[in-house]
């Protein structure tokens, strides 16, 4: 049998690393799903005995974050093009980065899962149409886009040719609306994003673990919930093993 040249190999991005890969993962984990500060987290890492300075954190997530949730969006994109068609919730809301005032642009499905998150400088016709068609071409066609009555979405549709799709409605939207809490919280702790592409790398990692991790436990039993949790911290115990 032959063997692979060694320029062909894939080397583990953790090969230079003198920290044990599970407590990266850990760390990436605790810094993204709840709302700490690198310091916070510098602490409760000494608790368990793990000795990382909060700048050491800081370095784990901005190099490993994109990569676990790449992994994750990989792992379930079948599934999310087969059943997520159905109903698109978008919305947007203003994040300061810097002190200016910026957009966050979010569709989900008609289950709460995360599709995309797209940061813009305008809330205008054009970012709605750059966000659309940067989802339509990740996901596909919706049958239905649940928006608010802002008149961007409008504009933007009409010239995908979706206008028929677009349903608007006082009530209609409250699921992406409700989306943005765990992002707010999670947005105080860190207090300020400094650049734009921080906010963008922020919000499509943290989009990713929330939907692996988010188990709408007010829908299932005890018991059921159980076992979903425990297989998603499985999952995420074999990010990046190989």
């Known amino acids: 049998m032959l063997s692979k040249p060694s320029h062909m190999i894939k080397q583990s991005p953790f090969k230079y690393f003198k920290t044990r890969l599970e407590v990266i993962r850990l760390a990436v984990m605790l810094y993204i799903r709840f709302p700490l500060s690198l310091r916070n987290l510098e602490d409760l890492l000494l608790e368990r005995r793990i000795d990382a300075s909060h700048e050491a954190v800081r370095y784990w997530w901005n190099r490993f974050g994109p990569m676990f949730a790449a992994e994750i969006r990989r792992r379930r994109?079948?599934?999310?093009?087969?059943?997520?068609?159905?109903?698109?919730?978008?919305?947007?809301?203003?994040?300061?980065?810097?002190?200016?005032r910026h957009y966050l642009w979010r569709a989900v499905d008609h289950e709460g899962e995360v599709l995309d998150a797209v940061v813009t400088k305008c809330r205008n016709k054009a970012a709605a149409l750059k966000f659309l068609k940067k989802l339509m071409k990740r996901r596909g066609k919706a049958e239905n886009v649940v928006t608010d009555r802002f008149a961007s979405y409008r504009a933007a549709l009409r010239e995908l040719g979706a206008t028929e799709k677009q349903q608007t409605g006082r009530w209609l939207n409250y699921r992406v609306e409700n989306s943005h809490l765990p992002f707010r919280r999670r947005e105080r702790a860190v207090q300020c994003f400094r650049r734009m592409r921080s906010l963008q790398k922020f919000a499509s990692v943290f989009s990713s673990v929330d939907n692996?991790?988010?188990?709408?436990?007010?829908?299932?039993?005890?018991?059921?919930?159980?076992?979903?949790?425990?297989?998603?911290?499985?999952?995420?115990?074999?990010?990046?093993?190989t």
């Open 77 to 100: 994109v079948q599934q999310l093009r087969a059943s997520s068609k159905w109903k698109w919730h978008v919305d947007e809301f203003f994040v300061k980065v810097n002190g200016k």
């Open 212 to 241: 692996h991790f988010n188990q709408e436990r007010s829908l299932a039993s005890r018991e059921t919930f159980k076992l979903t949790r425990n297989a998603a911290f499985a999952e995420w115990r074999g990010l990046c093993a």
